[in-house]
Nanobody
Framework: QLVESGGGSVQAGGSLTLSCALN????????LAWFRQAPEKEREGIAS???????CYADSVKGRTVIAKDNDQNTLYLNVTNLEPDDSATYYC?????????????????????????WGQGTQVTVS
């Protein structure tokens, strides 16, 4: 079970770090990612990391976002800086087959959240 936390209300220009406890998810090869969904918009992939540490970012967040995994804590993180109102959304942590995060594969922005077999219930982020 994946459990996200860290959401809340933030002023534009601020930063936020989201956490995802990867309870019981202990595959040696994996793809972990963050998706988000704003009201009346489709769920979009914004960042991913695989077991080799290869990361991928959607253009919408590239340069102001870092995805990282703490192996000791088995926790996934997403740090977003310079937040904009368009970043307001529910953020979801997902996990799945490593092929979805292959270094030479499509961007996470091109992935569907239904490709992943595990996901959390989301944490709301509001930027004003």
């Amino acid at each position: 079970q994946l459990v996200e936390s860290g959401g809340g209300s933030v002023q534009a220009g601020g930063s936020l770090t989201l956490s995802c406890a990867l309870n019981g998810y202990t595959f040696s090869r994996y793809c972990l990612a963050w998706f988000r969904q704003a009201p009346e918009k489709e769920r979009e992939g914004i960042a991913s990391i695989n077991h080799n540490g290869d990361t991928c970012y959607a253009d919408s967040v590239k340069g102001r976002t870092v995805i990282a995994k703490d192996n000791d804590q088995n926790t996934l993180y997403l740090n977003v800086t310079n937040l904009e109102p368009d970043d307001s959304a529910t953020y979801y942590c997902v996990a799945g087959h490593w092929v979805f995060c292959a270094a030479n594969g499509p961007s996470i922005a091109a992935r569907k959240w239904t490709d992943f077999g595990y996901w959390g219930q989301g944490t709301q982020v509001t930027v004003s």
